[in-house]
């Protein structure tokens, strides 16, 4: 009987590396967020290419794609050729320039190829503040509501695109039919 | 060259650690004293070859040596030389070789320091050390070697070191803290070592207790540093997020706090032997847990700077193998041991179990609100996040009772106690407690809620209750007060001086926590904010070159009454090479207040987003670790453990194995 006494702590051990060695099959990228399934955020902010068009919620109705972007982040560099193929297979992206310059954003795009319908400048990470931003580069899927209905944290790449994303893409698309 | 020498010396090195896991526990198995005599050379050249291994990485990162993988990753040659030799565990390669060096080193430390071990003893402590570094070792070789090569083709230059980790903090902290990790595995092995023997009785916890003490010290240092690094550098003027890697390291600091008591118990009264030896293990397993969280990608977090699920498989495979194999043990050894002692009713043996029970729970209460995130992921249900309000929300209570007890405990008698005779002491303490506390909190002039009054009075009630007893006892020599004081042992003086780090940590936290002002305004040069009876004035940005970054630095007076009481001058600095930006707050730091000032973005105009914190107190939070660690120094350096007890051991010994 002792000997059950004293294997308690073991038993609660083998439970807890149960757990553990599960958790390591999820990717901890697939973060949360306490906007998905609810409406983007209001917001009011200047397009990258002219200062003096404003752009609101109201002009984010899907299916699109909101990708939030920066020169100064490496991965969104490795992301971007994925989004330029997207973009010509008819996806519609727009960009969320996020805590950036204006004149280094135009000259990334310029030399990268410019995969996005329009480009909200979010100089002061306002949006970015409001989605609940974890760190660039991030996706939105939004519907036709203009509800967020997924959310992709990191890069998006041909795996993720392949094997998760295009079906909630595709679900988007549908469902505006 | 050098690398490979570098890769090579950690193979021999684990090499020599599969001899030292080997021979020493057959030997010990077998009574074969030339096999146990194995484990003293191996563990001395072990050491020998990780410090080797350890050159010759400093050496690639000194000499910019960018075919070495690694080092591509996190140097740069613009990188200064300090941090291209910290960038060394910059990583996870790098740290994980710091890791196992530690390790050896500890290992080292144990095998010099043995001359009171039985043979039997050493053997089967450095046998158990050489089991967990033959996992380390196997772990850097096989999936996180640092010296893998990119040959042909090389990088010209180097990727940099995270500007985060360009810092003095992130020199010092992270050897501190793994010293202090790695450092619990000299009381497990011991504990592994006891039940293997059959045996944990006082002398083995006499043993015991001046390594975990030392391990516990160096994780006091190193999680004050780590608290403090997160203040200055990050720039959000927070000191702790409870963000799971701090969590980790806070963990094994609960359950080594509850373990040094336990072990003080089963030193002096021979009882709590099996809850001794679960403690030890749990410590360490929970440092091997940290280590698990921090490096699987289990968990998302600030610092996790490798996520990788081979290698948490990998992890936790070890993870099981030791603690699973070791709780094994424990259930088929412990239920044979003896108490060698009575106690009851009232007597520092409850008091002080009561103690282990509360740091348990609260150890339980961070290791929960960690790992629910995972527990709810696995089940299916959402993702949540547990933040800040469910660990502050547990723990006040948990602080503030085992503050309570920590006042009564020195002053009660080992076995039982009289309780008639302290009723008046202590209703005198809690009364002027209670008076003294209320005096203090009007006099800062602070917001009073019931768990600042609370933590205050406690506060007040351990500082009284403790320097009752510190007279009482140093008032006991004829000769008066000072031969009193010189009597006292160092271990007591020690325990007085760690109970007063915690009082002013406490008080740091409490204070901070709940008085401090932050404030975000908009300012151009010229403009002016006043926070309490500061008044901040804004002088404008200008741009300075760093060695590898460029920085906007601001500068801002501040004022008391009109007379200048400090220039700050915060700096956001953008590196070149990884193209990010940092916020290097500037700091005026002092005894009572912190004035904290930061820098965020510019809003146009040639006006900037500053930010300012007023933060009171914040100083005892990290002096107070400081305090403890010196507590925990002194206590350590007490006479008796450095006594020739050989002699009574080995009979101990002789009885037992005759029993």
Redesign the interface.
Known sequence: M??I???V??LL??V??A????????D?????SARVDQKVPEFSLPTLNDEAVLVTQQNLKGPLLLNVWA??C?SCRVEHPMLNALSSQGVRIVGLNY?DERAEALAYLEKYHNPYSMVIFD???DLGLDLGVYGAPETYFIDANGVIRHRHVGVVSDVEWEQNLSAIWRSLAEEKI | MIPEIGHFAIIIAMVIAIVQAILPLAGAAKRNTRWMGVAKPAAVTQFIFMCVAFICLAYSFATNDFTVKYVAGHSNTYLPMAFKLSAVWGGHEGSLLLWALTLSGWTFAVALRSQQLPQIMLARVLGVLGLVAVGFYSFLIYTSNPFERLLPQFPVDGADLNPLLQDFGLIVHPPMLYMGYVGFSVVFAFAVAGLLGGRLDSAWARWARPWTVASWCFLTVGIALGSWWAYYELGWGGWWFWDPVENASFMPWLSGTALIHSLAVTDKRGVFKSWTALLAILTFSLSLLGTFLVRSGVLTSVHAFASDPERGFFILAFLFLVIGGSLLLFAIRAPRLQTESQYSGVSREVLLLANNVMLVLATVIVLMGTLFPIFFDVLGLEKISIGAPYFNAMFGPVVVGLLFLMGIGPLLNWKRHKIGRLIRPFIIAFMSSVIIAMIALNLLGMSLSLWVCLAVIVAVWVVWLTLLDFYRKMNTARQGLWAGFNRLSRSYKGMVVAHMGIVVTVVGVTIVATQDVEKDVRMRAGDSTVVGEYEFRFRGVQEIPGPNFTAQRGQVDVYVDGSLVAQLTPEKRRYWVQRNTMTEAAIDAGFSRDLYVALGEPLGDGSWAVRIYFKPFIRWVWGGGLIMAFGGVLAMSDRRYRLKVKKRLLSGLHAGAQA
Do not use: S, Y
């Open positions: 002792k000997w006494r004293f294997g702590p073991l051990f083998v807890m590396a757990f553990l060695a599960k958790g390591l099959e999820n901890p990228r697939h973060l949360p020169t100064w490496p805590k100089q002061d990470g």
